[in-house]
C-alpha cells in the first residue's frame, strides 16, 4: 500500500478513534487516504493551534493518546503552542506533519520548516521519516513513547514523497527502543520508608500534582489518605484527583489557592509529594517553602525528584503500585481503627473556617464568582460534567469555586498558562467523551484568540456550552497594573461592547446569549446548558473584580493577601 494508507492503517492499528488536523500540501496524500476510507474520524479545525489543543482536550479527558494532523511550514509552526503544552503539562500526544519532498529537504522549499528541530526542546522524541520502509515502526514507537513513563508529545515530520510511496505494509507487534526503559516498579524499601515516616508524623499532609491522573492512580490516593487520616491538596492539574468534597481535602495551594491549603502545606512536618514537581506557582518563594517539613517525593520521572526540592525519601515509578503498597504498608503499621493526626486536622479545619473564600456580593454588577457558583450549582445533578478553562482570572475562580469529584473533569492549561485552550480543549474534551455535559469556562481575552473553533463545534456535531467571563479587560495583566504598576492600565482594556458574543456565536451557527445581571443569571444559563447545540454566554461582569486570595509573585506561599485586607488597607 501507499504510505499515506499506511499512516492511517498504523493510527487504527493503534486503536485512534479521532484525530483532529487541517490538510495542506505536504500532508495532502494522508487526507486522500482519509478520502478512501478509515475508522479514524477526521474533526477538522479551523487553525492547526485549535486542532493540537482539541488532541490536549481528548487526551486529558480519555486518557488516551490525542492525534493532531498539520502540513509542513506554518502548518508544523502553529502546532509548537500546543506542543509546548502539552510538555509543560505532561499530555500524550502524537503530532504528525507534512514535510516537502525528501529530495527539497534543506533547500528552503515552498512551505519548508525543521519541524523536529523547531520542536526539539519540547518532545519527548521526534522522527523525521525519509524511508517509508520505517514508516509503521516510527509510528508505533511514537505511540508508545507518548503514553509511557511521564507521558508528553511526540513529532513524527513525513516527507510527501515517503506518503507517495508503495511499500509491502506490516504493523509491528512490538516496539525496538533499547534506550526507552520507563521504570516499572518502585523498591519496597522506599515505600515502608515512606511508610514509617508517614505513621510517625505529627502534620502531614499529601501534596498531589496531575501526574496522580496521568498514571490513573486516583483510587490509590483515595485509599491512601484514608487510611493516614491526611489532608489532601491537589495543584490546578491535579483538580478532580481526590474529591473535592472530601473532609480531608483542601483544595489547591498556590498562587490564587486558598489560605487554609498554603498554611496547611507550608506548617505541615511531612510534605507527601504525588505526581507534583514544587511548581513556582505552588511554591511561591522557593527557600521559604515549608522550611520545617521532610519530603517524600513520589513521581514517575526521576528528573522532577531532587529538581527543585531536596526529597529526604525518593520514589521513584509508577504511581498507582506505589501509591497502594504504600496505603498496605500503612495499614500494617498503624492499629486498626486509626484515625491519623486528629490535632492537626482541627487545626486546618479551623484555618479553613476562619478564612473562607470571600468576595463582596453587594451591588449591582455581576461578580464573576456568581456565575461560576450558579454553574456549579446547576451542574450539580449531572452524571457527566467536564470542565475546561482557558488562562487568567476566570481560570482561578474556575478552580477555587468548581466541584470536581471525578479526575479527568478539570481541564486546563498549567504549566505553559496557553491563552485560548479553553474552546479547542472542550471540543476535543466532547469528541473523547460525547455523553458528557462539557462546559468552558472562558475569558473574553481568551476567547477571542480560538473563538474561529466554534465552527467545528457547530459543523462537527460537538456540542459545548461556552460561558465568557467577560470584565472588557485581560483581567489578570489589570489586576497586576493595578497592584503593582500603580494602576498604569497599558494595552489591557478590550471592552464590553466589541465583539458582541452573541452575534458572534450566532454567525458562526451557535446560540449566544448575553447577560449582565445575577436576577437573570440562572435562567440564562439553565437556557444555555438545555439549547441542545453548541452555545455561548457573554456574562458582562464587573471589570475591577481581583483574584483572591493572592501570593504576590516572589514572596513566601503563607504570604497570602485576601480580598479583605485589601478592602483594609484601602479603607486605612
Same mark, same amino acid.
Given at each position: 500500500?501507499?504510505?499515506?494508507?499506511?499512516?492511517?492503517?498504523?493510527?487504527?492499528?493503534?486503536?485512534?478513534?479521532?484525530?483532529?488536523?487541517?490538510?495542506?500540501?505536504?500532508?495532502?496524500?494522508?487526507?486522500?487516504?482519509?478520502?478512501?476510507?478509515?475508522?479514524?474520524?477526521?474533526?477538522?479545525?479551523?487553525?492547526?493551534?485549535?486542532?493540537?489543543?482539541?488532541?490536549?482536550?481528548?487526551?486529558?479527558?480519555?486518557?488516551?493518546?490525542?492525534?493532531?494532523?498539520?502540513?509542513?511550514?506554518?502548518?508544523?509552526?502553529?502546532?509548537?503552542?500546543?506542543?509546548?503544552?502539552?510538555?509543560?503539562?505532561?499530555?500524550?500526544?502524537?503530532?504528525?506533519?507534512?514535510?516537502?519532498?525528501?529530495?527539497?529537504?534543506?533547500?528552503?522549499?515552498?512551505?519548508?520548516?525543521?519541524?523536529?528541530?523547531?520542536?526539539?526542546?519540547?518532545?519527548?522524541?521526534?522522527?523525521?521519516?525519509?524511508?517509508?520502509?520505517?514508516?509503521?515502526?516510527?509510528?508505533?514507537?511514537?505511540?508508545?513513547?507518548?503514553?509511557?513513563?511521564?507521558?508528553?508529545?511526540? =513529532?513524527?515530520?513525513?516527507?510527501?514523497?515517503?506518503?507517495?510511496?508503495?511499500?509491502?505494509?506490516?504493523?509491528?507487534?512490538?516496539?525496538?527502543?533499547?534506550?526507552?526503559?520507563?521504570?516499572?516498579?518502585?523498591?519496597?524499601?522506599?515505600?515502608?520508608?515512606?511508610?514509617?515516616?508517614?505513621?510517625?508524623?505529627?502534620?502531614?499532609?499529601?501534596?498531589?500534582?496531575?501526574?496522580?491522573?496521568? @498514571?490513573?492512580?486516583?483510587?490509590?490516593?483515595?485509599?491512601?489518605?484514608?487510611?493516614?487520616?491526611?489532608?489532601?491538596?491537589?495543584?490546578?492539574?491535579?483538580?478532580?484527583?481526590?474529591?473535592?468534597?472530601?473532609?480531608?481535602?483542601? #483544595?489547591?495551594?498556590?498562587?490564587?489557592?486558598?489560605?487554609?491549603?498554603?498554611?496547611?502545606?507550608?506548617?505541615?512536618? =511531612?510534605?507527601?509529594?504525588?505526581?507534583?514537581?514544587?511548581?513556582?506557582?505552588?511554591?511561591?518563594?522557593?527557600? @521559604?517553602?515549608?522550611?520545617?517539613?521532610?519530603?517524600?517525593?513520589? &513521581?514517575?520521572?526521576?528528573?522532577?525528584?531532587?529538581?527543585?526540592?531536596?526529597?529526604?525519601?525518593?520514589?521513584?515509578?509508577?504511581?498507582?503500585?506505589?501509591?497502594?503498597? =504504600?496505603?498496605?504498608?500503612?495499614?500494617?503499621?498503624?492499629?486498626?481503627?486509626?484515625?491519623?493526626?486528629?490535632?492537626?486536622?482541627?487545626?486546618?479545619?479551623?484555618?479553613?473556617?476562619?478564612?473562607?473564600?470571600?468576595?463582596?456580593?453587594?451591588?449591582?454588577?455581576?461578580?464573576?464568582?456568581?456565575?461560576?457558583?450558579?454553574?456549579?450549582?446547576?451542574?450539580?445533578?449531572?452524571?457527566?460534567?467536564?470542565?475546561?478553562?482557558?488562562?487568567?482570572?476566570?481560570?482561578?475562580?474556575?478552580?477555587?469555586?468548581?466541584?470536581?469529584?471525578?479526575?479527568?473533569?478539570?481541564?486546563?492549561?498549567?504549566?505553559?498558562?496557553?491563552?485560548?485552550?479553553?474552546?479547542?480543549?472542550?471540543?476535543?474534551?466532547?469528541?473523547?467523551?460525547?455523553?458528557?455535559?462539557?462546559?468552558?469556562?472562558?475569558?473574553?481575552?481568551?476567547?477571542?484568540?480560538?473563538?474561529?473553533?466554534?465552527?467545528?463545534?457547530?459543523?462537527?456535531?460537538?456540542?459545548?456550552?461556552?460561558?465568557?467571563?467577560?470584565?472588557?479587560?485581560? #483581567?489578570?495583566?489589570?489586576?497586576?497594573?493595578?497592584?503593582?504598576?500603580?494602576?498604569?492600565?497599558?494595552?489591557?482594556? =478590550?471592552?464590553?461592547?466589541?465583539?458582541?458574543?452573541?452575534?458572534?456565536?450566532?454567525?458562526?451557527?451557535?446560540?449566544?446569549?448575553?447577560?449582565?445581571?445575577?436576577?437573570?443569571?440562572?435562567?440564562?444559563?439553565?437556557?444555555?446548558?438545555?439549547?441542545?447545540?453548541?452555545?455561548?454566554? &457573554?456574562?458582562?461582569?464587573?471589570?475591577?473584580?481581583?483574584?483572591?486570595?493572592?501570593?504576590?509573585?516572589?514572596?513566601?506561599?503563607? &504570604?497570602?493577601?485576601?480580598?479583605?485586607?485589601?478592602?483594609?488597607?484601602?479603607?486605612?
Amino acid at each position: 500500500m501507499l504510505g499515506s494508507d499506511a499512516i492511517l492503517r498504523s493510527l487504527e492499528a493503534e486503536g485512534v478513534e479521532v484525530a483532529f488536523g487541517i490538510p495542506g500540501g505536504a500532508i495532502l496524500p494522508t487526507y486522500d487516504a482519509f478520502a478512501r476510507g478509515s475508522t479514524v474520524r477526521h474533526v477538522l479545525a479551523r487553525h492547526e493551534q485549535g486542532a493540537g489543543h482539541m488532541a490536549e482536550g481528548y487526551a486529558r479527558a480519555s486518557g488516551r493518546v490525542g492525534v493532531a494532523i498539520a502540513t509542513s511550514g506554518p502548518g508544523a509552526t502553529n502546532l509548537v503552542t500546543p506542543i509546548a503544552d502539552a510538555w509543560m503539562d505532561s499530555t500524550p500526544l502524537v503530532c504528525i506533519t507534512g514535510q516537502v519532498r525528501s529530495t527539497l529537504i534543506g533547500t528552503d522549499a515552498f512551505q519548508e520548516t525543521d519541524a523536529t528541530g523547531i520542536t526539539l526542546p519540547i518532545v519527548k522524541h521526534s522522527w523525521l521519516v525519509q524511508n517509508v520502509e520505517e514508516l509503521p515502526h516510527v509510528i508505533k514507537a511514537a505511540f508508545h513513547v507518548a503514553r509511557t513513563g511521564r507521558p508528553g508529545p511526540v =513529532l513524527v515530520d513525513i516527507a510527501k514523497d515517503v506518503q507517495e510511496t508503495e511499500f509491502d505494509f506490516h504493523y509491528p507487534d512490538e516496539v525496538k527502543l533499547p534506550g526507552w526503559r520507563p521504570p516499572r516498579n518502585v523498591h519496597a524499601l522506599q515505600v515502608a520508608e515512606a511508610a514509617k515516616a508517614i505513621a510517625g508524623a505529627q502534620k502531614p499532609i499529601l501534596y498531589v500534582g496531575g501526574g496522580a491522573i496521568n @498514571a490513573n492512580a486516583c483510587a490509590e490516593l483515595l485509599e491512601l489518605a484514608e487510611a493516614g487520616g491526611i489532608p489532601v491538596v491537589t495543584t490546578l492539574m491535579a483538580k478532580g484527583a481526590f474529591p473535592d468534597s472530601h473532609p480531608l481535602a483542601l #483544595g489547591a495551594p498556590g498562587m490564587h489557592g486558598s489560605k487554609w491549603a498554603n498554611w496547611a502545606l507550608n506548617k505541615a512536618d =511531612l510534605v507527601i509529594a504525588v505526581g507534583s514537581r514544587f511548581d513556582d506557582r505552588v511554591t511561591g518563594k522557593l527557600t @521559604a517553602f515549608a522550611p520545617g517539613a521532610k519530603v517524600i517525593h513520589f &513521581d514517575i520521572d526521576p528528573a522532577e525528584i531532587g529538581k527543585l526540592r531536596r526529597a529526604d525519601i525518593p520514589v521513584v515509578g509508577p504511581l498507582r503500585p506505589a501509591l497502594e503498597q =504504600l496505603a498496605e504498608e500503612l495499614r500494617r503499621l498503624v492499629d486498626p481503627g486509626h484515625m491519623g493526626p486528629a490535632a492537626w486536622r482541627r487545626q486546618v479545619d479551623e484555618w479553613r473556617a476562619a478564612y473562607p473564600l470571600r468576595y463582596d456580593r453587594e451591588g449591582d454588577v455581576l461578580k464573576p464568582q456568581a456565575v461560576i457558583e450558579t454553574l456549579r450549582d446547576l451542574t450539580a445533578g449531572r452524571d457527566d460534567v467536564i470542565w475546561t478553562t482557558g488562562v487568567g482570572q476566570h481560570q482561578m475562580w474556575a478552580m477555587q469555586y468548581l466541584v470536581c469529584d471525578q479526575p479527568r473533569t478539570f481541564i486546563t492549561s498549567g504549566g505553559l498558562g496557553t491563552m485560548g485552550y479553553g474552546v479547542p480543549a472542550a471540543i476535543g474534551a466532547k469528541a473523547a467523551r460525547p455523553d458528557a455535559t462539557v462546559i468552558c469556562v472562558d475569558g473574553d481575552g481568551c476567547f477571542q484568540m480560538t473563538c474561529q473553533e466554534l465552527a467545528t463545534s457547530a459543523l462537527e456535531g460537538l456540542p459545548i456550552t461556552v460561558v465568557i467571563i467577560n470584565n472588557g479587560w485581560l #483581567g489578570m495583566v489589570r489586576q497586576w497594573q493595578e497592584m503593582f504598576y500603580d494602576s498604569r492600565f497599558s494595552e489591557t482594556h =478590550l471592552t464590553h461592547q466589541v465583539p458582541d458574543y452573541a452575534q458572534l456565536a450566532e454567525a458562526y451557527g451557535c446560540a449566544g446569549f448575553t447577560l449582565s445581571s445575577e436576577d437573570e443569571l440562572e435562567s440564562v444559563l439553565e437556557e444555555a446548558l438545555n439549547c441542545g447545540r453548541t452555545a455561548v454566554v &457573554d456574562a458582562r461582569c464587573d471589570p475591577e473584580e481581583k483574584c483572591f486570595p493572592m501570593i504576590p509573585a516572589g514572596a513566601a506561599a503563607t &504570604d497570602v493577601i485576601e480580598f479583605t485586607d485589601l478592602e483594609e488597607s484601602v479603607e486605612a
